[in-house]
């Protein structure tokens, strides 16, 4: 068969074979047909809070909803700080939050690297036990940790917020699996050099588990920086609120500063945004990488 029946005979196949190809070429991946309108449902209420927080107490009220302002009204933050102690509240909020996220990092590490590398009798089960301290709501273990905390002395103080959550079993679990995927031969190096199990842990393996960190110091921000019921049990006192508990003073049994309470919203919003948008990377890394290994 001469060359140029072999030409003539691929060319139909090119021919038929490139306007698919052509078709199959987007700019962006064809999952983001389906992403990009979740995501736009998903910013509706952000827009709405934000549209809400700089209207007047009336446009608020209007209906059929107003979706532009007649103008723009900045003073309803300046308002909310005169309003209410919104520092004060920030600052708690920012103690506590600090001491949890600190706490975690250090005690699930430790819990993590013994469930990690260390054997003793019982490991599995007692790794086991400590899972199964997940499935259990909050809403059932609420009363027994509140007569701990009173029998502590802690009530109406913010260690009454920060004693309990000082370490979790998600954060064990995150770190332990992670801790699973480093490679163990330069640990094993470590000891040859007379290193001790803290000091390896120190020195080799959390520098190396930024990631996961990371991923365990955005959740545990965001869970304490939102968290609600239990503030709501333990703290009395004004001047011992947090953000989320400091909101409800804007709403009443007849009438609620709707324009001021999502400016309030607004302002505290803005720390766990910032905290994820500046972690991002090590956030999906440590998701993707955590769990990887039984």
């Known amino acids: ?17 490139a306007p698919g190809r052509r078709g199959r070429r ?69 103690i506590v939050t600090t001491a949890s996220v600190a706490g975690n990092l250090l005690f699930c590490s430790l819990a993590g690297y013994a469930f990690a590398r260390i054997k003793f009798f019982g490991r599995e089960v007692v790794f086991l036990l400590v899972l199964a301290t997940l499935m259990i709501p909050f809403q059932v273990v609420m009363i027994p940790t509140f007569l701990i905390v009173k029998r502590l002395g802690m009530i109406d103080t913010l260690g009454a917020l920060i004693v309990p959550n000082l370490a979790g079993a998600f954060g064990v ?30 020195k080799i393996v959390l520098p190396l588990s930024a990631p996961a960190l990371a991923t365990l110091a955005v959740v545990t921000f965001m869970w304490t920086w939102n968290d609600f019921l239990w503030p709501l049990i333990t703290i009395y006192n004004e001047h011992n609120m947090t953000l989320q508990l400091g909101l409800t003073t804007f709403q009443g049994a007849h009438q609620t500063n709707t324009n001021l309470l999502m400016a309030a919203n607004v302002m505290s919003m803005l720390p766990v945004l910032l ?10 890394r440590g998701i993707a990488t955590s769990g990887l290994k039984g």
């Not at 770190?175 to 120190?202: K, N, V």
């Open 1 to 17: 068969m001469s060359e140029g029946t072999i030409v003539e005979q691929a060319r139909p196949l090119e021919l038929q074979a």
């Open 26 to 94: 987007l700019p962006f991946s064809p999952w983001h047909l389906v992403l990009f309108p979740t995501m736009l449902i998903m910013l509706v209420p952000l827009l709405w809070m934000l549209v809400t927080s700089v209207q007047t107490l009336n446009e608020t009220r209007h209906f059929p909803p107003v979706f532009v302002p007649s103008r723009v009204h900045l003073e309803n933050y300046t308002q909310v700080l005169r309003m209410a102690p919104f520092s004060r509240w920030f600052l708690n909020t920012l």
């Open 173 to 202: 679990f995150l770190l332990r699996q992670f801790f699973r995927t480093l490679p163990i031969e330069l640990e094993e190096a470590a000891r040859i050099d007379g290193a001790s199990r803290i000091g390896i842990l120190f």
């Open 275 to 284: 905290l994820f948008f500046a972690a991002q990377r090590y956030f999906i």
